[in-house]
């Protein structure tokens, strides 16, 4: 049996249905889960969780202890604490699926980029791209900040997959709109990827997520 994926999740009470990044049955493999306490989605979108650093070490360290064999999170904003956790875990850390986008670039057709779907388009920067190797910032769509993700994740709204699916496709349709030489999409937001292969199949692009990253993480590992 191979080792678990352990996943740092923020302080949040949202459904989290099949696909989400905290549900165990995303995954095809066992994986861990340890809540951060104070680590609110606002407060670590807005990179405003300097001191929750030391509480997400400790929570990456009892992961760690009790089997994990690496470590990724519940929010692409993470991407943030890459370098300060990897340096810090005795285990792989992915903090972000952005850290996808440096490899996914080589593997495109001359002429071709990346885009990027992100929860809140105003918090991410340059630092966040700095932090998972990417040097040129991408093309980016944000979710909008009144829709039904938002109202989900902080306002606190019941689970309406069919407005966050629409929502979803009405960014990603508008991002595609303003730059038509993007081959595949990476979802910063882990509450992305129930809608994973319902955006690939109606946009003809290849999606990364999460799940895509946490997925390679546990190819590694031999069969036993």
């Given at each position: 049996?191979?080792?678990?994926?352990?996943?740092?999740?923020?302080?949040?009470?949202?459904?989290?249905?099949?696909?989400?990044?905290?549900?165990?049955?995303?995954?095809?493999?066992?994986?861990?889960?340890?809540?951060?306490?104070?680590?609110?989605?606002?407060?670590?979108?807005?990179g405003q969780d300097?001191?929750?650093l030391e509480a997400f070490i400790a929570a990456g360290q009892e992961l760690v202890s009790e089997g994990?064999?690496?470590?990724?999170?519940?929010?692409?904003?993470?991407?943030?604490?890459?370098?300060?956790?990897s340096a810090r875990l005795a285990v792989p850390v992915a903090t972000s699926s952005l850290l996808q986008i440096p490899s996914l670039s080589l593997t495109l057709p001359k002429g071709k980029t990346v885009g990027?779907?992100?929860?809140?388009?105003?918090?991410?920067t340059e630092r966040h791209f700095q932090e998972v190797g990417v040097n040129d910032i991408p093309p980016i769509a944000g979710l909008p900040s009144g829709g039904a993700?938002?109202?989900?994740i902080e306002g606190g709204m019941q689970y309406n997959a069919q407005a966050l699916a629409d929502e979803l496709a009405m960014t990603v349709e508008d991002l595609l709109q303003h730059h038509s030489n993007i081959?595949?999409?990476?979802?910063?937001?882990?509450?992305?990827?129930?809608?994973?292969?319902?955006?690939?199949?109606?946009?003809?692009?290849?999606?990364?997520?999460?799940?895509?990253?946490?997925?390679?993480?546990?190819?590694?590992?031999?069969?036993?």
């Open positions: 049996m191979t080792r678990p994926l352990g996943i740092l999740m923020l302080d949040t009470a949202f459904e989290r249905p099949v696909g989400d990044v905290g549900n165990a049955a995303s995954w095809p493999f066992r994986v861990l889960y340890k809540r951060v306490e104070g680590a609110v989605a606002r407060k670590v979108v807005s300097d001191d929750l994990a064999f690496a470590l990724t999170t519940s929010c692409g904003f993470l991407a943030l604490r890459q370098s300060q956790l990027v779907i992100t929860y809140d388009r105003a918090s991410l993700f938002h109202g989900l081959g595949a999409l990476v979802f910063e937001c882990t509450n992305l990827p129930p809608f994973s292969s319902g955006i690939s199949r109606t946009f003809g692009l290849p999606v990364f997520d999460i799940l895509t990253l946490g997925k390679w993480l546990h190819s590694s590992q031999p069969d036993v």
